[in-house]
């Protein structure tokens, strides 16, 4: 970027264990619907990012929150 570009200000973003879930549940069910089986290789990352996902969730307490920088 240059710097007399301006720089919006990044919200960060921050998730409840449960929003991790429906995220991961989102994800598996767009890589699992025959709406976009022209796409398998796209498919095949969706659900398998669910399945990351859903695996490191199984390391965070209920109580954690998870932050990420506002893109």
């Known amino acids: 970027m240059a710097d007399n570009e301006p720089n ?3 919200t960060p ?11 991961a549940d ?3 069910s767009r890589g699992v ?3 976009s089986n022209q796409e398998p ?8 990012a669910a ?9 965070v307490n209920h109580s954690d929150v ?4 506002g893109d």
């Open 51 to 59: 399945k990351v996902i859903r695996a490191l969730a199984r390391n």
């Open 41 to 48: 290789e796209q498919q095949s990352d969706l659900r398998l």
């Open 13 to 23: 973003v921050t998730l409840k264990l449960a929003e991790i879930h429906s995220l």
């Open 33 to 35: 619907t025959k709406l």
């Open 66 to 69: 998870v932050t990420l920088e």
């Open 26 to 28: 989102r994800l598996l």
């Open 8 to 10: 919006p200000k990044r």
